[in-house]
């Protein structure tokens, strides 16, 4: 006797279809796993064998194969234990095989048929919904998650037992509770921060058009600081990007099985990342640090001691917004929509421009070549953050995280309505059309920008990019055309306001 029922294999952040056929058949006694398997797959024929004596079931001493199809697609994990094992009980007639015909099926099996949870499961949740599947059996605590897609009738059981009680109609349908969000981490504040006050205008204004931001500074004098206080200030996620946010994370194993992530990523990995580490790929391809801070940010430490490597491979994803991994002949696309976000030293002392510097020539030079200038070019601000002044140090905060974050808020407000028929979310992710019919400029800030340009201080894209700025700058000022002062603070916050002046002269 055969059956057939549906399962997933996880292919980047999405999950492609996978049809698990038993056929239990006369012979020596055998089972083979068939499919383009990798080692997990391969090894779940013992477990499935014990989950299946341990739950009181009958193991058939026949032939038994099992093809998991289509065969070109690489399945990798644990996850297929449970749709053989139940794939083998319908076969066999010891569980009805009707109620398998719209149901798919994910989950790890134990030697004792305990249902264990598996990454991915909101991605295969989507799926199962968008290719016509009516409900979802898997590990309970995953139920929560795979219940964000609301049109999904999701089962649970915790043991293989329970869920052929579940498939025979003897039990009700478990479903989790409704989606809720998870609970956010208390953020550091903008109060704690004194002086600073270009570094923190330069703070809003990333956040508000999701700008990629640059911080040059001695040791110590609050670039880190900044950084980590950004998502406080940042606007809060709309639900297409938390269940973005939240599918990302449940690939990467990052998701404990909750409700919807609703705090914004922020990602700060270490100086010694591997060029995969950073914009994903590996043996087996897995989600990077720019894609898991997808929606959110990527803050990068002390950046002039990241191995060149890790940096050039920041580049494309920095500019399309996503990175194609290829891997034996197939393509995973992973997401890489964050704000970079980065602090340097200006000399290997650390004190560069200071009586303090001890760096010869050849010490800055070396230093300059760690960051090459079309990975400088992505970046929109570039800000000095200075040694702040004792007097700054005993002063008021300049601004709180709530004052800022209303400013965020309302200009994240104007961009959604002016982007809501394109593709782009924030002014940062305009495209030189979006850029030529949002970003109007007036004649007097084209004469601005134009002399700039024309002295070979900015490139195509870099000019490109001080419009976006200036466009986030109106926005803050509630001003819907682009007016000088605009394009000067943004060509300022690129270093280039000496440029910008005679330009205006």
Do not use: W
């Given at each position: 006797?055969?059956?057939?029922?549906t399962?997933?294999?996880?292919?980047?952040?999405?999950?492609?279809?996978?049809?698990?056929?038993?056929?239990?058949s006369?012979?020596?006694?055998?089972?083979?796993?068939?499919?383009?398997?990798?080692?997990?797959?391969?090894?779940?024929?013992?477990?499935v064998?014990?989950?299946?004596?341990?739950?009181?079931?009958?193991?058939?001493?026949?032939?038994?194969?099992?093809?998991l199809?289509?065969?070109?697609?690489?399945k990798?994990?644990?996850?297929?234990?449970?749709?053989?094992?139940?794939?083998?009980?319908?076969?066999?007639?010891?569980?009805?095989?009707?109620?398998?015909?719209?149901t798919?099926?994910?989950?790890?099996?134990?030697?004792?048929?305990?249902?264990r949870?598996?990454?991915?499961?909101?991605?295969?949740?989507?799926?199962a919904?968008?290719?016509?599947?009516d409900?979802?059996?898997?590990?309970?605590?995953?139920?929560?998650?795979?219940?964000?897609?609301?049109?999904?009738?999701?089962?649970g059981?915790?043991?293989?037992?329970?869920?052929a009680?579940?498939?025979r109609?003897?039990?009700?349908?478990?479903?989790?509770?409704?989606?809720?969000?998870?609970?956010?981490?208390?953020?550091?504040?903008?109060?704690?921060v004194?002086?600073?006050h270009?570094?923190?205008e330069?703070?809003?204004i990333?956040?508000?058009g999701?700008?990629?931001?640059?911080?040059?500074?001695?040791?110590?004098?609050?670039?880190?600081?900044?950084?980590?206080r950004?998502?406080?200030?940042?606007?809060?996620?709309?639900?297409?990007?938390?269940?973005?946010?939240?599918?990302?994370?449940?690939?990467a194993?990052?998701?404990?099985?909750?409700?919807?992530v609703?705090?914004?990523?922020?990602?700060?990995?270490?100086?010694?990342?591997?060029?995969?580490?950073?914009?994903?790929?590996g043996?087996t391809?897995?989600?990077?640090?720019?894609?898991?801070?997808h929606n959110?940010?990527?803050?990068?430490?002390?950046?002039?001691e990241?191995?060149?490597?890790s940096?050039?491979?920041l580049?494309?994803?920095?500019e399309?917004?996503?990175?194609?991994?290829?891997?034996?002949?197939?393509?995973?696309?992973y997401?890489?929509q964050?704000?970079?976000?980065?602090?340097?030293?200006?000399?290997?002392c650390?004190?560069?421009?200071?009586?303090?510097?001890?760096?010869?020539?050849?010490?800055?030079?070396?230093?300059r070549?760690?960051l090459?200038?079309?990975?400088?070019?992505?970046?929109?601000?570039?800000?000095?953050?200075?040694r702040?002044?004792?007097?700054a140090?005993?002063?008021?905060?300049?601004?709180t995280?709530?004052?800022?974050r209303?400013?965020?808020?309302?200009?994240?407000?104007?961009?959604?309505?002016?982007?809501?028929?394109?593709?782009?979310?924030?002014?940062?992710?305009?495209?030189?059309?979006?850029?030529?019919?949002f970003?109007?400029?007036?004649?007097?800030?084209?004469?601005?920008?134009?002399?700039?340009?024309?002295?070979?201080?900015?490139?195509?894209?870099?000019?490109?990019?001080?419009?976006?700025?200036?466009?986030?700058?109106?926005?803050?000022?509630?001003?819907?055309?682009?007016?000088?002062?605009?394009?000067l603070?943004?060509?300022?916050?690129?270093?280039?306001?000496g440029?910008?002046?005679?330009?205006?002269?």
């Amino acid at each position: 006797m055969n059956t057939a029922l549906t399962t997933f294999a996880l292919h980047g952040i999405d999950a492609r279809v996978v049809t698990v056929e038993v056929d239990v058949s006369r012979g020596l006694p055998n089972f083979v796993i068939v499919g383009l398997g990798d080692r997990a797959v391969r090894e779940a024929r013992e477990r499935v064998r014990a989950a299946i004596l341990n739950s009181g079931f009958e193991f058939p001493q026949k032939r038994i194969v099992v093809n998991l199809a289509p065969a070109h697609v690489r399945k990798v994990g644990a996850s297929f234990d449970l749709p053989i094992a139940c794939g083998i009980l319908a076969a066999s007639a010891q569980i009805p095989a009707t109620d398998l015909a719209r149901t798919a099926v994910f989950g790890e099996l134990s030697l004792t048929g305990e249902v264990r949870p598996c990454a991915g499961t909101l991605a295969v949740a989507e799926a199962a919904h968008r290719v016509g599947i009516d409900a979802l059996l898997l590990a309970p605590e995953r139920v929560e998650e795979a219940a964000l897609i609301e049109e999904l009738e999701v089962r649970g059981a915790g043991d293989l037992a329970g869920i052929a009680e579940v498939l025979r109609g003897d039990r009700s349908d478990v479903r989790g509770p409704a989606p809720r969000e998870a609970p956010r981490a208390e953020l550091p504040d903008l109060a704690d921060v004194r002086g600073q006050h270009e570094a923190l205008e330069a703070l809003v204004i990333a956040a508000a058009g999701g700008h990629n931001l640059l911080m040059s500074g001695p040791p110590g004098a609050g670039k880190t600081m900044l950084a980590r206080r950004l998502p406080s200030i940042m606007a809060p996620m709309t639900r297409g990007e938390a269940i973005e946010v939240t599918r990302i994370h449940s690939v990467a194993g990052l998701h404990s099985g909750g409700g919807l992530v609703a705090a914004r990523p922020f990602r700060a990995p270490h100086h010694m990342i591997s060029p995969s580490g950073l914009a994903g790929g590996g043996a087996t391809p897995r989600p990077g640090e720019a894609c898991l801070a997808h929606n959110g940010v990527l803050f990068l430490d002390e950046l002039s001691e990241f191995p060149r490597s890790s940096l050039e491979a920041l580049r494309q994803p920095l500019e399309d917004g996503r990175v194609a991994i290829v891997r034996g002949q197939q393509s995973a696309i992973y997401p890489t929509q964050a704000m970079l976000v980065a602090a340097t030293n200006p000399c290997p002392c650390g004190h560069g421009g200071t009586r303090r510097c001890q760096c010869t020539e050849a010490d800055l030079a070396r230093h300059r070549r760690r960051l090459s200038g079309p990975l400088l070019d992505r970046i929109d601000l570039l800000v000095v953050v200075e040694r702040p002044s004792s007097a700054a140090l005993r002063g008021q905060p300049a601004m709180t995280s709530a004052q800022a974050r209303d400013r965020v808020v309302a200009a994240r407000e104007r961009q959604r309505g002016r982007l809501a028929d394109t593709a782009a979310r924030t002014n940062a992710q305009m495209d030189a059309a979006l850029v030529r019919r949002f970003a109007a400029l007036s004649p007097k800030a084209e004469r601005v920008l134009s002399g700039a340009y024309d002295q070979g201080r900015l490139s195509a894209r870099g000019r490109d990019r001080v419009v976006r700025v200036a466009r986030t700058i109106a926005d803050l000022a509630a001003r819907e055309r682009i007016a000088p002062a605009d394009v000067l603070k943004a060509l300022g916050l690129r270093q280039e306001i000496g440029v910008a002046h005679e330009g205006a002269a």
